[in-house]
């Protein structure tokens, strides 16, 4: 049964922008942590945002300033606009939600950045 399902990746020129979404299942998004990760090939896994509760919101530091999260509760939707875009951001960006100990994550979508 899929939970979370990525979508708005694509190829972007450096300084361009794109907005990931994330439709969540109405059980998964009752979690009050979502956010994203990010996988470069070669490297792991690493956060770059949440949002709890849709009111609280963190950033790792490389996204700082330039990426956003927020959170549609109409719509059982989380989002990561990204701005500024680098060749560093090039990944499969992954949603995640936790709840009670366990974590649900998406099927990911890649963002590739050029220079």
């Known amino acids: 049964q899929v939970q979370l399902v990525e979508s708005g990746g694509g190829s972007v020129q450096a300084g361009g922008s794109l907005r990931l979404s994330c439709v969540a299942s109405?059980?998964?998004?009752?979690?009050?942590?979502m956010g994203w990760y990010r996988q470069a090939p070669g490297k792991e896994r690493e956060w770059v945002a949440s949002?709890?509760?849709?009111?609280?919101?963190s950033y790792a530091d490389p996204v700082k300033g330039r990426f956003t999260t927020s959170r549609d509760n109409a719509k059982n939707t989380v989002y990561l606009q990204m701005n500024s875009l680098k060749p560093e951001d090039t990944a499969v960006y992954y949603c995640?939600?936790?709840?009670?100990?366990?974590?649900?994550w998406g099927q990911g979508t890649q963002v590739t950045v050029s220079s």
């Open positions: 995640y939600a936790s709840s009670n100990g366990v974590t649900y």
């Open positions: 109405r059980t998964v998004f009752s979690s009050k942590l």
């Open positions: 949002t709890f509760t849709g009111v609280s919101t």
